[in-house]
């Protein structure tokens, strides 16, 4: 019943880093957004599955390419990583949120314009105010189109079109009241013509008539 002992030191040193169970991983794409995916896994030679973790946050909304790094950690601390592209590709332009503009009508100018809104589908709805490289006021007579440009963030852009209509209906309205009578014994010689002013820019117009001067018939000529 004699006995001895002995002892003997057995150490577990794990140093192999799990490895990815998929070669590579497949792109993640979307035209707004893309949530958070199902993580990738690896297998590790002491632990079995290893469940991959990232810093990245989702959902990505960043246009472009966005790389997520995908980490696999053993019970050891042994680690290693695998990537994935995250693609956000907006190729959707803005919806003009009424099917078309009223026109616009003003005397002698239009001044102001209310831009239009539309909306997109990554953006939200009226977050898009449109654009116009006309210049206001507008005095031109007649009908000017005005094209209105909705761009979203990506650059995508679609445009819609107003018709600004400036009349004038006003009459000139003459300087005097009352023209002074021209009187002479034999004749009347042309006179410097009267003007009157007009309510579309305050512009002079001269008086014109068919009459022919000199006016030699005796009596009153109107």
């Known amino acids: 019943g004699n006995s001895s002992t002995q002892t003997q030191n057995v150490i577990i040193d794990d140093v192999t880093a799990p490895v990815a169970d998929a070669a590579s991983l497949a792109d993640l794409t979307g ?3 893309v949530a ?3 993580a990738p896994t690896a297998s590790d030679n002491c632990d ?3 469940t991959g973790t990232t810093t990245t946050t989702f959902p990505v909304t960043t246009p472009g390419t966005t790389v997520v790094t995908w980490t696999f950690t053993d019970a050891a601390g042994n680690s290693s990583t695998q990537t994935q592209n995250v693609i956000i590709d907006d190729v959707t332009a803005p919806v003009a949120d009424v099917a078309s503009l009223a026109d616009v009508t003003g005397e002698c100018s239009v001044t102001v314009l209310t831009p239009p809104t539309a909306s997109d589908n990554c953006d ?3 977050s898009i105010t449109g654009t116009t490289t006309t ?3 507008i005095t031109t ?3 000017t189109v005005v094209t209105w440009t909705y761009t979203d963030a990506a650059g995508n852009s679609s445009t ?3 018709n600004v209509i400036v009349t004038d209906t006003g009459v000139p309205a003459p300087d005097v009241a009352n023209l002074p009578d021209l009187t002479d014994e034999c004749s009347v010689a042309a006179p410097t013509a009267p003007t009157a002013s007009d309510g579309c820019g305050g512009t002079t117009i001269t008086g014109t008539t068919t009459t022919t001067f000199p006016i030699t018939t005796p009596g009153t000529t109107v």
Do not use: D, K
């Open 31 to 33: 035209e707004c957004s």
């Open 48 to 50: 079995g599955a290893i």
């Open 135 to 137: 210049t206001l006021p």
């Open 124 to 126: 939200g709805a009226g």
């Open 141 to 143: 007579l007649g009908t």
């Open 160 to 162: 819609q079109t107003q």
């Open 36 to 38: 958070a995916p199902t």
